[in-house]
Each structure stands twice: as structure tokens, then as C-alpha cells.
């Protein structure tokens, strides 16, 4: 964890954003209390300082303010996930598909070439067993295609969503076979992007988070401590 630099001037936002990061990293594990004397001696940076940062989590879903009781990283449940997936299923969806339509219609000339440069990146961590860097590229590669769908407001949506799923998401990209056929369905999303198709677009990025789902319910199945 690295030190938080004073000089900064949003100091609280710096160490929000360091906090989720902590979060989403699992160095701060679901169902713990957020000690601020700690946090505040680890990071540099006054009691108070933490104190604002993790009240201006609360609106983030990654956190539980307990009155007299602090702050919670959030423990989630098997119904919050289900919502979290059907709700990014329909925004991601629309995206794809606006993604498609503004390739057919020249607006986005530079996707194809990126979507392409992605997934031979995920390719090569794929050969390389590296999973950690494929969940990366895999957040890139969704976050390109809202790029190109030019909805910002649908963008702040899903990734409010996605801010709640990496709490347990991880899990679901832990296999090869889960990787592999990950990169699958990135494979067929591309393809009907860049040929321009919205309806196939569609389609196959719901496809792909229901799979997404299937592969977390997968794991799930096989451990059952995995929901956290």
C-alpha cells in the first residue's frame, strides 16, 4: 500500500479512491471494520481525513455505515448479486449495441483497431497464465466499448455497477476454462461491433454477462465461502 501525499489537494478523495482500490483488491476483506486509526497511520494522513473518505463511500455500495457501531467493507449477498448482473446485463447490452451502430455509421474509426489490440493482449495473458492481467484487460475492453457507445450518463451507471461486482466478480475469471471461454464471447461482442451489426451486438454482450453469472454460480457450487 503506498503513502498518501499531502500535497494533493482533494486529500479525501485521494484517499477514497485509495480505500475503494484496497476494497476491490480484497486487502480489506468483506465483513471487516474499517479501523481508522490504522488506515490513517498506514496512509499518512489524519484520523479525520480517513474518517471522510469512508463516509464518502457510502453511497458506493462497497461499504455499511453502522450507527455506533463504524464501517463495514459490505458482505454481499447471493439476491444482490443476480440484480447487480441483470442490471449489467441490460446497460452493458445497449451499450454494445450503440457501439455497433456508431461504427456502422463512421463515427468510431479507432475501435476496431483497439478492440482487436485487446483481445491479442488477452490472448497473450491467456498463454501466459495470467489472470490477473486478464481481468484488467477484460475491464479495459468493457470500458472501450461505453467509451464508443458515447452515453456518459450509462456509463456512470455501469460503473457504479461494476464498483459493487468486483467485490465477488474475480472469483468468476479463477478457472482457464473460465478465461478461455471468456475470451470467447469477448471474441463474438468485437465481431459484431466492428461489423456494425447492433442487434448481434446486443445479443452477445447479454450473452456474455449471463455466462458471467453461470461462471460465478459455477464456482459458487464449488465453494461455498466464495460469496465473499
Partial sequence: MRAISP??????????????????????KTGEK????NLSEVMGVSRGTVREAIRSLADSGLINLIANRGAYVHEITLPEVRNL??????????ACG??????????????PKALKQNLDQMRNVIANEDNAKYYALN??????????ANNPKAETIYD???RETHLFRRRGLSLASNV???????????????????????EAAHAHISSG??????????EPDALN
Fill in 34 to 37: 474499517m479501523n481508522e486509526l
Fill in 139 to 148: 475491464i479495459a475492453f468493457h470500458n472501450m466499448l461505453f467509451k464508443a
Fill in 213 to 222: 453469472l453461470a461462471r460465478y454460480m459455477q464456482i459458487l457450487d464449488q
Fill in 7 to 28: 500535497r494533493r489537494e482533494t486529500l479525501a478523495g485521494e484517499v477514497r479512491a485509495e480505500l475503494e482500490q484496497m476494497i476491490i483488491n480484497g486487502d480489506l
Fill in 160 to 162: 457504479n455497477i461494476v
Fill in 180 to 202: 478461455a471461454r471468456s475470451l470467447e464471447e469477448h471474441e463474438a461482442i468485437s465481431a459484431a461491433v466492428v461489423a456494425g451489426h447492433e442487434e448481434k451486438a446486443r
Fill in 98 to 111: 450503440a457501439a455497433a451502430r456508431r461504427v456502422a455509421d463512421g463515427s468510431e474509426h479507432a475501435l
Fill in 85 to 94: 448482473y441483470e442490471l449489467r446485463s441490460a446497460v452493458f447490452a445497449m
